[in-house]
Structures are given as structure tokens and as C-alpha cells.
């Protein structure tokens, strides 16, 4: 990985994995049990600026580049993913909607007390009849004196409850379709304002909080269990002109730039996933004895895991060189559907195989296998389902394979952006 990684991305990644191994791997299991938001360990990572890698330091943030925050969101996953689905949502999601399409007011005011973690971000687009069809949505935000007047809701959304800066799209020119979709920042109160300030963390009391805004109950999940998913309601929620984010109509076409970035950092995730899986199955089966001999001796298991300790280092190419491609502004949208696709089934693969190799012990929660394989699922169908994926390959692909014939157009049809579904 010397191509991609500098001394310094290598002293990221062990500073995190030394925080993973004190703070996150003792409580992973509890939490998941619980289900119950980290809120200490959440302060810890803002503390230690992994809310804000990629974000100018002059707005508060790291200053490192996008490949930092991919490393970071890999690292964290591997002791647990709702930790690592906690900063990734936050940052890809929440803030850098802003930090890219908002004007420099917006900057100012919003992305500071994000990228420094004081509160957390999320990302509002996903509805009961908008999913993978991100163009339906029904969300409507019509105008009213300065501004708009909401009305709608969101679901599977990402920090919902425990977040309190949000960027949401919704319909303001009915009838045209994805160019009638904008978005808009709005502001909540954290769903449990005394925990944040017992904590010290997770609220300020001088943001714009948006009356009208809410969010459900929590979701009761079969992973990311202590990542807070939630509903996102907007009932006559008065946002003012100044919090449209970017121009009319652009809502759409600026969400699927931002989800091209996304479905990196899931890819990441996914990896992280996959290797600590690995590393869980490699340190069973070298301990364990069965016929009087190490499993690990066992020539099946050593294929197996060889086979996943290969699609590992074929993911990190892939997501890295995505990451990459980000960082020097070159087109990445391809190669990011391409990480996402691969990683995400990899892990289902990498955790699958670990419980089969650890047997019966790999199916009990005295082992992290078996969630961390539950965790996995999701990443196969958050951030654009894998059967987006493969149609956002496919259709770009055919661009360029017609683009190379001028004799032969491109039917408009098939090149239309495919909805995401994205929490």
C-alpha cells in the first residue's frame, strides 16, 4: 500500500487503532446488546478530531485529505461499526454537503461546530417511497415570504436523534421531476439535551434550531444496533431562504455527487469489517484444537481465510484508489460503485466465512464475528443498493465504451443518474 499511504496516513491509523482497542473493543459487545448511542467514546473521537479529518483547518477541521478519513472510518469498523458509521455519516453526509455547495455564510456558521464534533450531522434524503428511487421524493418545501415552509418526513436516518445540524431535500417545483428537488439545512436540538450536557458534548445552544423539526423513536436494527437511526419528521417547518443549500432544483444532482464520495467511505467500512473478522478467525482457529491438531492446520481453513485475506487487499485498491481519484479532483463515481460493490459483499463473505471456520463459538456473542457479519449486511444495501451499484457501473461504463464510436449516440435514457438509497 506504499503507493497510496504516507508515514503519516500509517501514524493516523495506528493512533486510532491504539484509541480502538482501549476505548471501543471493551464496550463493542454492550452496546450492541443495548443498543445505546456511545456518547463517551463519541466526545473522545471529537476530541481527537475524527469528525472533521478532511475539513480545512480554518473551519475547524484536520486538514488532511479524503484518503485520512477513509483510514480512519476502515480503522474504527474493524473493533465496530456503529462507531465508524457514526463519524462516516457525519462527515460524508452531514457536513460535506455544506463545506462543498454552501456559500461562505453557510460555511462559517455551520461546518465549524461540525467539523470540530461539538455536535453531529445527518444527512436527510431517504423516504418510504423513496429508496433506491431517490427521485420520488415526496417531501415538499414550498415558498413562504423568505423562505420555505416543510412538510414531510425521512426515514433510516443516521444520527437523526443525536445530531442537530441536518442537510434535507425536498420537492420545490412539483411536477419536474429530480431538477425539482432541493435541499436545505435545518436544525434540531439532540434528542437527549441532559445527556449531552452531562456528557459535556452533542449540543450548542446558538444554533438556528428549526421549529417543526423532530425525530422519531429509535430503530430497533439487526446491526450498526448502536449507530441512532431514526425518523426524521418536518411538520410546517419554516426554513428561511438563506438555509437553501445551493440553487432551486439543484437538491438532486449535488446529493449524487455527495453520495459518489459516500459510497467510499462504505467501502471502507466494509473493509474494516472484513479484516476484523480476519483477525478474530486467525487468532481462534491458531488457538483452537480439534483431531489433536491446530484448526488452523487444516488446510480448508487456511484457504478460506487465505481467499479473504486476498479479496482484503484487492478491496483496499480499489477504495483507496477511489480515494484517491477524490483527492486530485479527477472523476471518481465509477471507481467509487466499483469499492462499494466489491467491499460490501466482501464482507459478508470475510464475517460468513469467520463463523464458519470458529463454528459453533463463531455463532455465540462471546466472539465479534457474529456481529460484526450482522453489521455487514447493511453495508450491502445502504448508500445505493449493490443492485445500484451494478447499474451505475453498467450505464458508465456504456458511456464510455460508446464514446469512444461518435457514429454511435448514447440513448438519454439509459445514462439518467439511478437513485440511491443512502441513510
Not at 493516523?12 to 467514546?41: K, M, Q, S
Not at 425525530?215 to 428561511?240: I, N, Q, Y
Request: proline share 4%.
Amino acid at each position: 500500500m506504499d503507493r497510496y499511504l504516507t508515514p503519516e496516513h500509517v501514524a493516523l491509523v495506528r493512533r486510532v487503532n491504539d484509541f480502538a482497542r482501549e476505548a471501543i473493543e471493551p464496550v463493542a459487545r454492550d452496546l450492541d446488546e443495548t443498543g445505546e448511542f456511545p456518547w463517551d467514546n463519541a466526545k473522545k473521537m471529537a476530541e481527537m478530531g475524527l469528525f472533521g479529518v478532511p475539513v480545512p483547518r480554518e473551519l475547524g477541521g484536520m486538514g488532511l485529505d479524503y484518503l485520512s478519513y477513509i483510514l480512519v472510518v476502515q480503522e474504527l469498523a474493524k473493533f465496530d461499526a456503529s462507531h465508524s458509521i457514526t463519524v462516516s455519516a457525519h462527515t460524508t453526509l452531514g457536513l460535506s454537503p455544506i463545506l462543498s455547495f454552501g456559500t461562505e455564510e453557510q460555511k462559517r456558521r455551520f461546518v465549524p461546530p461540525l467539523a470540530t464534533g461539538d455536535v453531529l450531522g445527518g444527512f436527510g434524503l431517504t423516504e418510504p417511497g423513496a429508496g433506491s428511487d431517490a427521485s420520488g421524493t415526496r417531501t415538499r418545501a414550498e415558498r413562504e415570504g423568505d423562505g420555505y415552509r416543510i412538510n414531510g418526513s425521512k426515514i433510516f436516518i443516521t444520527n437523526a436523534g443525536v445530531g442537530e445540524i441536518f442537510v434535507a431535500t425536498a420537492v420545490t417545483e412539483p411536477g419536474k421531476g429530480p431538477k425539482g428537488i432541493s435541499s436545505f439545512i435545518v436544525c434540531k436540538p439532540t434528542y437527549d439535551v441532559d445527556r449531552a450536557q452531562a456528557v459535556g458534548w452533542g449540543h450548542r445552544e446558538d444554533l438556528p434550531f428549526t421549529s417543526g423539526v423532530r425525530c422519531g423513536e429509535k430503530e430497533d436494527k439487526m446491526g450498526w444496533r448502536a449507530s441512532d437511526t431514526r425518523e426524521l419528521h418536518f411538520e410546517e417547518a419554516f426554513v428561511p431562504e438563506s438555509h437553501r443549500l445551493g440553487a432551486e432544483g439543484e437538491g438532486f444532482v449535488n446529493f449524487m455527487k455527495t453520495l459518489d464520495a459516500g459510497r467510499i467511505g462504505v467501502a471502507a467500512l466494509s473493509l474494516g469489517l472484513a479484516e476484523g473478522a480476519l483477525e478474530a478467525a486467525v487468532r481462534y482457529t491458531s488457538d483452537r484444537r480439534q483431531f489433536g491438531q491446530r484448526v488452523w492446520d487444516f488446510q480448508q481453513v487456511q484457504f478460506k481465510l487465505a481467499d479473504v485475506a486476498t479479496d482484503i487487499e484487492a478491496g483496499k485498491h480499489l477504495t483507496y484508489h477511489a480515494a484517491w481519484l477524490k483527492d486530485q479532483g479527477q472523476p471518481f463515481g465509477k471507481q467509487a460503485a466499483m469499492a462499494k460493490l466489491f467491499c460490501s459483499e466482501l464482507s459478508m463473505r470475510a464475517t460468513l466465512g469467520a463463523i464458519q471456520v470458529m463454528g459453533g463459538a463463531g455463532y455465540t456473542s462471546d466472539h465479534p464475528v457474529e456481529r460484526m457479519m450482522r453489521d455487514a449486511k447493511i453495508c450491502e444495501i445502504g448508500e445505493g443498493t449493490n443492485e445500484i451499484q451494478r447499474l451505475v457501473i453498467a450505464r458508465r461504463l456504456l458511456k464510455e465504451v460508446l464514446a469512444e464510436s461518435p457514429e454511435r449516440s448514447v440513448p438519454d435514457r439509459v445514462l439518467e443518474p439511478a437513485g440511491i438509497e443512502a441513510n
